[in-house]
């Protein structure tokens, strides 16, 4: 069983940026999509992120993060990272990698996440 460690998250001011780490016990390089996802407070986890590879790469984003935030993936170092640029309190919330597959499944068991913390 793969395990995904998540790291980087931290406390910032509104503006700033931050990059997260998610590093997987095992290979990633034949997983077609990685992603990232987000849950707040009293919220469900949603979807923020993701890469797929395979030939050609490909991201998508969550609107709300278009244009600020960047996926990418490093299959030597079995490794997805997510940079965050312009961060703002809505961001707020634990970040968590994880595999999909269909449209609800996902590969592995849940990390702990990292926690990012944006004040305004």
């Known amino acids: 069983q793969v395990h995904l460690v998540e790291s980087g998250g931290g406390l910032v001011q509104a503006g700033g940026s931050l990059r997260l780490s998610c590093v997987a016990s095992?290979?990633?390089?034949?997983?077609?999509?990685m992603g990232w996802y987000r849950q707040a407070p009293g919220k469900q986890r949603d979807l923020v992120a993701v890469?797929?590879?395979?030939?050609?790469?490909?991201?998508n984003y969550a609107d709300s993060v278009k244009g600020r935030f960047t996926i990418s993936r490093d299959n030597a170092k079995n490794t997805v990272y997510l940079q965050m640029n312009s961060l703002k309190p809505e961001d707020t919330a634990v970040y968590y990698c994880?595999?999909?597959?269909?449209?609800?499944?996902?590969?592995?068991?849940w990390g702990q996440g990292t926690q990012v913390t944006v004040s305004s």
């Open positions: 095992g290979s990633i390089s034949s997983l077609n999509r």
């Open positions: 890469i797929t590879s395979g030939g050609s790469t490909n991201t």
């Open positions: 994880n595999a999909p597959y269909g449209s609800t499944r996902f590969l592995f068991s």
